[in-house]
Nanobody, 120 residues
Framework: QVQLVESGGDLVQAGGSLRLSCAAS????????MAWYRQAPGKQRELVAS???????NYADSVKGRFTVSRDNGRNTVYLQINSLKPEDTAVYYC??????????????WGQGTQVTVSA
């Protein structure tokens, strides 16, 4: 079994910064992709950023230039550095990963979410 645990969410003022972390644990052979999604109240969950094994990254247009996704394979951890926060960034941020486990099965996993609230 694999678990993803996010941390780093907080209440911050507009213009501030946060770094979110997502640590994976369990029966992990390799990661295919790790990503961050967010869901604001009354809105659908949206992809914010993703990072492949190759290190290639992808960002939603709304966060380009402000968000940076990175990974530490040795720690099985993915990070999301968020700068120049805006009130519209307020949401629950979820970590998502496609992981190959020790049985060579590939499954998708979600973390429990971490709340980011940006005050004007």
């Amino acid at each position: 079994q694999v678990q993803l645990v996010e941390s780093g969410g907080d209440l911050v003022q507009a213009g501030g910064s946060l770094r979110l972390s997502c640590a994976a644990s369990g029966s992990i052979f390799s990661f295919n992709v790790m990503a961050w999604y967010r869901q604001a109240p009354g809105k659908q969950r949206e992809l914010v950023a993703s990072i492949l094994n190759s290190g290639d990254t992808n960002y939603a247009d709304s966060v380009k230039g402000r968000f940076t996704v990175s990974r530490d394979n040795g720690r099985n951890t993915v990070y999301l550095q968020i700068n120049s926060l805006k009130p519209e960034d307020t949401a629950v941020y979820y970590c998502h990963a496609r992981i190959r486990d020790m049985d060579m099965m590939v499954n998708r996993y979600w973390g429990q979410g971490t709340q980011v609230t940006v005050s004007a």
